[in-house]
């Protein structure tokens, strides 16, 4: 009785269990009408960002400073130089390839060459230069370099080696180097340089010059000596000439000098000529009045004169006393003795 109990147990839970599994699949059954919108709405979620990859990678941002080009299976078909965004055919159509418009240096390196009077200088120059921003000259970059502007610098450098040679040879020494800075033509010599380069850089590898220069400018060791001995030469033939300006000119002013002595001395004897004339006639004036008022003090004075103009510290005279003009200072005057004897 037992046995019976538990079996009917087992089956009433088996019966159980499959009512419960006749439920559940009688509630699975009505699940197709709730999510039969799902896979469309997947669909479109998936369709969506298909649709936005490609779009991204449709689009393409120019940066300022560059320019892009649009490749069509490897071959430039157009070139974007505004910045902003672009668009193109997604990969593997299209690809785009930034190209670097930003200025650039570049140096020769150290040139050895010859200048026109065939002396050896040695020469550095920079190139300051960009691609030019326009369609054709940014495609001819890609075609001639591949877009590797240290390519680009490199035969740019080759070229500037080459220019150098050939406007040194048009230059003497002494326009490159010398003391005296109104023969230095340096600015003469880049104008030239670039001239030799400007176009044909444009047109080989679409590059803009935009500046040339010099940056360094020695001379060899033997060109040094020469250069040296050729302006002390210089030096001296300068110093000759100025030291025979010197002697011309000092010759000039002392000629000039005892010119102008001479005529002041001529008008200085022309004067005193006039001056000792004017003294004559005034002294014969005084003489002749004197000797109209008094003739022996005339005679006596006269006679003073006289001895003072022979007679010097150093005349040594014999003479008789009685003698004239000496008798003088024995007789004295003759109106002296009369008045001494007039005296008690």
Do not use: C
């Not at 997604?90 to 390839?97: C, H, L, S």
């Not at 140096?107 to 054709?136: C, F, H, K, N």
């Not at 370099?145 to 050939?166: K, M, W």
């Not at 003090?297 to 003479?319: A, E, H």
Request: glycine share 8%; proline share 5%; aromatic share 6%.
């Amino acid at each position: 009785m037992s046995q019976s109990h538990t079996h009917d147990h087992d089956d009433h839970t088996g019966h159980d269990h499959g009512h419960g599994g006749h439920h559940h699949g009688h509630h699975h059954h009505g699940d197709p009408q709730e999510a039969g919108p799902f896979p469309w709405r997947r669909m479109g979620w998936a369709a969506l960002l298909v649709a936005f990859a490609v779009a991204a990678a449709s689009l393409v941002q120019v940066r300022s400073g560059e320019a892009t080009v649009i490749t069509r299976f490897g071959n430039p078909s157009r070139v974007l130089l505004e910045p902003g965004l672009g668009w193109r055919w997604p990969a593997p159509f299209e690809a785009a390839i930034p190209v670097d418009l930003r200025l650039r240096t570049t140096s020769s390196g150290l040139q050895d060459v010859g200048t026109r009077d065939g002396l050896r200088i040695i020469v550095q120059a920079y190139v300051a230069w960009q691609v030019q921003g326009d369609p054709d000259n940014v495609q001819r970059f890609m075609r001639a370099v591949q877009n590797q502007p240290d390519e680009a610098a490199r035969q740019i450098r080759t070229f500037v080696g080459s220019a150098l040679e050939t406007t040194a040879s048009s230059f003497d020494l002494a326009n490159l180097v010398n003391t005296d800075a109104n023969q230095v033509h340096i600015a003469d010599f880049e104008a030239q340089l670039r001239q030799q380069i400007d176009q044909q850089l444009l047109t080989t590898y679409g590059v803009r010059v935009l500046q040339v220069g010099i940056e360094r400018l020695t001379l060899p060791s033997v060109t040094l000596t020469a250069t040296v001995d050729r302006m002390r030469a210089e030096r001296e033939t300068i110093a000759t000439e100025r030291t025979a300006i010197g002697k011309r000119e000092a010759a000039q002013i002392r000629s000039a000098a005892e010119r102008d002595a001479r005529i002041v001395q001529a008008d200085a004897t022309v004067k005193a000529a006039d001056i000792e004339a004017q003294s004559r006639v005034e002294a014969a004036q005084i003489y002749g009045r004197a000797y109209a008022g008094s003739p022996q003090l005339y005679n006596l004075l006269r006679s003073l004169d006289t001895l003072g103009t022979i007679v010097t510290p150093g005349t040594k005279l014999i003479l008789r006393t009685d003698a004239a003009p000496f008798r003088v200072l024995v007789d004295g005057p003759p109106t002296l003795d009369n008045k001494a004897g007039s005296q008690p």
